[in-house]
């Protein structure tokens, strides 16, 4: 690949079979800020149709089939985020988004536990340093069906208050970007959606499944903290976002900006017992419903 001009790039692709032009396409992504090249690979054609270059290209940790965890159990890895030299977002009263994210999954892990049917795994029961990959490579280590990272939202306008919820894609708003910038320690301009159009490609059940995933404990979350606090949080809704964290990991994935340590109330509010306790136990109830929802699904497609 090299520039011809100021506005132009070439790019050459030496193939060792001949193609013709049905063989291959070039796609935009959504963004225009990259092209995909899909060639097809004639001789997986001759077994499987569908099968292309793409599928040779990629490293294998993109395209290995995902088994789950053993029949009947369900094992959730839960990613208390930041830690170590890392403390995330400070907010009111310095309190440090590392040391809430930790608090909460420590309780979210003894929740899950307790129930029949699940198993809690948690990335880091500590307050050490993990990369953003070496966090999803624990969830894939341990074939979990579920992973969820716990964040706490942060903010320059310390009056923003509310819960959102992430799954992986192409940022849904400015907004969303931020917010990946500062999880991917990143800037907004520097989020690669170049890696994402593989995962649009090849993950689209994981992206589905982690959008309704994030559909069942968002809702949860924010119907059982305004039962509970008798007020109606500000509910920010479910985005997306390359959330870096996500992006390796092979099973239904998503990360919860539980609240804004930035504001006041909500970190006094993330610091209670009783507010990680309504946390936790509604992030199970959503990760029941999503497992129910599932079932349901499935028993109606067998034949
Ligand atoms: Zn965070």
Redesign the pocket.
Known sequence: MAPKNNTTTRVVLDIKNKISREDYKIIRSKNRKAIIIEIKNKKAKQTDKSKSVKEVVLPEKYTKEKTGSAPGLCTVVIDP??GGKDP??TGYQKTR?KDVCLSLGLKLKKLINSKKGYKAILTRNSDIFLSLDDRGAIANENNADIFISL??NSHEDTRITGIETYYLSFASDEDARKVAA??NFTTASKISDLEMIFFDLLQNNKINQSSILAGHVHNAMVSKISDKYHEKIRNLGIKHAPMRVLINTEMPCILIETAFISNPKEAKQLKSLAFQNTLAASIFNGIENFRSARETAFNKTAP
């Open positions: 985020g930041h995330g977002a988004e964040h706490a500062r999880e």
